[in-house]
């Protein structure tokens, strides 16, 4: 069963009605790390977004939704 949920009026798309929540709690996790410019333990942001957007799945989406990410592809080595 997939599931839809909105964050910053983009939607995301996942896989269990449950990862409604892991969303909202990774939205609010990196929503502090913004709010207190807190990338530990990575130099900077821009590392610490290429190490998450490796990830992939929920967390990449949430980190599109929040504007940190234009496109899965634009956080790359040289960037850092």
Do not use: C
């Given at each position: ?64 939704a929040l504007g940190l990410l234009s496109d899965p592809g634009a956080v790359s080595r040289n960037e850092r």
């Open positions: 069963m997939t599931s839809e949920r909105s964050l910053n009026g983009q939607t995301l798309n996942l896989k269990a009605a449950s990862d409604a929540r892991v969303a909202e709690r990774v939205a609010q996790h990196l929503q502090r790390r913004i709010a207190e410019d807190d990338w530990r333990p990575y130099k900077s942001k821009q590392e610490a977004l290429f190490a998450w957007s490796r990830l992939g799945g929920i967390r990449m989406q949430v980190m599109q």
